[in-house]
């Protein structure tokens, strides 16, 4: 949606979940949504499938779970890939040579296997003939009331003399005070009645410090002794800052989200707005798989930030 916003035309989009594939189809009736495994369009001859010559796409867009690669024959390039879905993602950009790409994914994959995956996945993008850069950007700056850290990588082919630059910062940062007003309702988990007990004694910004040692202790359990701030225990957010990153489950112990006014939950739709999108978009599947679908996504205001100064390069390119 965030690359829809900056004016880009979709010609397929690849979804192997069934939900997510039907959200999409149900929210774009004309986009070509391809439900099925990449892994089983990657060999083909994608010019043909995708009716697309080599070298005229704009933009390939997509992201990929960042399992370590095997290092055996440390070429350190795609054969290292195998067996991973990075490899079909890079198959597409070496047969179809888009002009430029987007690669997203957490800030975590800097740190993966002591740096050895993201590097490979340099080596493949230098491989297949693009100049790379990348950059750590926060939702937050971009319009959402969200604290949520993304690495997001874009290159360049070769041949092309452009730049892609990265979106500034925006001057204000919204809250969820500004996100939770009239939001509609919808479908949301609940917590049972001993935790939403606990949850009430914890003020809007509070966390398991906040109540006292003999509650908080039996719910921590084994946690209690273990180090560092465990700030994600009981964590009850406040209207005057904004969310911690959407995860897709909404009730994970160590990860947990309460909202500021009531003992429960963000519902589904309260945190489809912290993640921007629009309040007609439907989510198809069970409550899990929708809290699901709007977890995984890219949070779409910060989605066009990036796309928008993509499309700025390309237009600049043609001019």
């Known amino acids: 949606m965030g690359l829809e916003r900056a004016h880009f035309e979709p010609l ?27 892994a089983k369009i990657s060999p083909l001859n994608l010019e ?18 960042c399992q370590a690669f095997s290092y055996a024959g440390k070429r350190l390039g795609l054969e290292d890939a195998r067996g991973t879905l990075f490899y079909h993602y890079a198959i597409f950009l070496s047969k179809l040579q888009p002009k430029t790409f987007l690669f997203e994914n957490v800030r975590g994959l800097l740190t993966h296997d002591k740096g050895r995956t993201y590097q490979t996945m340099l080596n493949v993008f230098t491989d297949c003939g693009y100049r790379v850069d990348k950059k750590i950007l926060n939702a937050w700056d971009y319009g959402n ?57 914890v003020p809007p910004g509070g966390y398991w410090r906040d109540i006292p040692e003999d509650l908080a202790k039996p719910y921590m359990k084994s946690c209690w ?18 969310s911690l990153a959407v995860l897709t489950s909404p009730t994970q112990k160590q990860t947990e989200r309460c909202h500021p006014l009531e003992a429960r939950p963000f519902t589904v739709r309260e945190n489809a707005r912290i993640q921007s999108f629009p309040d007609d ?4 599947g069970s409550m899990y798989s929708q809290y699901r679908q709007v977890g995984n996504a890219v949070p779409v205001n910060l989605a066009f930030a990036v796309a928008d100064e993509i499309r700025k390069a390309l237009e600049a390119f043609r001019c």
Not at 13 to 38: C, F, G, M, S, Y
Not at 281 to 284: G, L, M, N, T, Y
């Open 48 to 65: 043909i499938f995708f009716e697309i010559r080599r070298g005229e796409l704009d933009l390939l867009s997509g992201g990929a779970p």
């Open 225 to 242: 002794d273990m180090e560092g701030g465990r700030t994600g225990i009981l964590r009850r957010m406040s209207l005057d800052e904004p």
């Open 12 to 38: 397929a989009l690849i979804e192997i979940d069934k939900d997510a594939a039907d959200t999409l189809k149900l929210n774009r009736p004309d986009w070509n949504v391809i439900n099925d495994d990449i």
């Open 145 to 201: 009331a969200q604290k949520r850290e993304r690495l997001i990588t874009v290159g360049v082919r070769n041949d092309l003399a452009l730049k892609i630059n990265f979106p500034k910062p925006h001057d204000y940062k919204p809250v969820l005070r500004d996100v939770l007003r009239d939001v509609p309702k919808s479908i949301g988990a609940s917590y049972s009645d001993y935790k939403r007990r606990l949850f009430e004694l």
């Open 281 to 284: 978009w439907q989510f198809c």
